[in-house]
Each structure stands twice: as C-alpha cells, then as structure tokens.
C-alpha cells in the first residue's frame, strides 16, 4: 500500500532484511512457533534443543531421538548406507538390548532381518506411534514446564528492548532532522 511504501521510505528499519514490510504476515518464531505445533517445534534445531533438554528431565528423551534418527534415515540414499543405518537405529531403540529402547507396538514383530532390505518408510508406523505419544503426552507438559516458559519469557524481554532501542533511534531522527 501506499501508506506502508511512505512509511517505510521515512523509516527503513520497518522493513525486515528481504525488503517486505513486516507489517505484512510475519511468519511465527521462537517459543510462539513451538507452541502452534509438536511439528513446528521439532522443525526449529533451538526448539528440538529445549525439548530434549525436557525429555531427559522426564527420561523419555529417547522419544525425540528416535524421532529424529528416523527422519535422517528417510534421507539416507544407496542400499549399503541405509542397512547400518536401520541396524544402528534398530539396535539403538528398538531392540530388546537397546541402550534407549522407545515404547512401540508391534517392536517385537521387527527382526533384524528385515534390516537386510531396508526402505525408507520402514519405521515410519513406529515413528507414527512416537509422534502420537510425544503429541499428546509430553508436548503439552513441555508447553507448561519451566525450560518453554522461561525461553519464552526471555524472548519477549530481548523483543521488547529492541523495539524500546528502534523507537528510541526513530524519535532522535525525526527530532535531529
């Protein structure tokens, strides 16, 4: 708009580094990204962060780790590569031996042989399972617990300064002109 194209030639720091003025849809960050969804947190590496940090207190931090191995496991490309990955990941989590064996249905039907022929979606229903638990179990705890909250708190304060700072500069423009 016209208004926005004044304003933002009067004052430049309106706009954000690509140019759009940031008066137009802001895309969500931080702690208010992680809150609108468990997919939204554990897309943001400071968010998957502070979940993990979580998890551990709650000692199920295996749940977000096996989450994530099976995400990279779907990237992994070449048959050779994919076979000690689903193996690393099998005896990791899955086994009945494994150093952070995660709670699934159905782990037991899973031998090591079909780690022979791995694919990529070979874990994606346990994977499934884990999502739901972390979903509707530990996510919303995350939501209320002191690491989410004093992040938050944190943010909003770094926010506020900086915008006191870029009214504080646009005052001492528009009075020094």
């Not at 706009?15 to 849809?25: A, I, L, W, Y």
């Not at 000690?84 to 037991?108: C, D, H, P, R, W």
């Amino acid at each position: 708009s016209l208004l926005t194209k004044m304003l933002s030639s009067i004052f430049p720091e309106i706009n954000d580094s690509e140019g759009h003025p940031s008066s137009s849809h802001q895309s969500l960050k931080g702690t208010s990204k992680w809150a609108s969804s468990l997919e939204n947190l554990l897309e943001d590496p400071e968010g998957v962060k502070r979940f993990r940090e979580f998890l551990k207190k709650e000692f199920s931090e295996e749940n977000v780790l096996f989450w994530l191995a099976c995400e990279e496991f779907k990237k992994t490309q070449g048959k050779k590569q994919m076979q000690e990955k689903a193996k690393e990941i099998y005896m990791t989590f899955l086994s009945s031996k494994a150093s952070s064996q995660v709670n699934v249905e159905g782990q037991s039907r899973l031998s090591e042989t079909i780690l022979e022929t791995p694919h990529p979606l070979m874990f994606q229903k346990l994977q499934d399972q884990i999502f739901n638990l972390m979903k509707y179990d530990s996510y919303s705890r995350f939501l209320k617990s002191d690491i989410f909250l004093t992040h938050k708190k944190s943010e909003e304060q770094e926010e506020n300064s900086s915008e006191a700072q870029t009214a504080a500069k646009r005052a001492s423009r528009i009075y020094n002109t």
